[in-house]
């Protein structure tokens, strides 16, 4: 395996990580009542918004 493919399947690792996180951590803000202007929620946005963006990055480099 060259390092530039696992270089790629690890950032996209990472990434959908972010995603994950950032959803369990909407996920429990909300579920214990935390509203938008919530810090759970505004950490929750600002990881999917990291990963997704991070994904988007790579598919158009040609990651």
């Known amino acids: 395996m060259s390092s530039d493919r ?3 399947g690890a950032v996209r690792a990472f990434s959908l990580a972010f995603l994950a996180i950032g959803i369990v951590v909407l996920v429990v803000t909300l ?6 202007a919530s810090v759970g929620f505004l950490l929750g946005i600002a990881f999917i918004l990291v990963g997704a963006g991070r994904l988007w990055i790579g598919t158009r480099s040609g990651g």
Do not use: I, K, L, S
């Open 31 to 36: 579920a214990n009542g935390g509203g938008p």
């Open 6 to 8: 696992f270089y790629h």
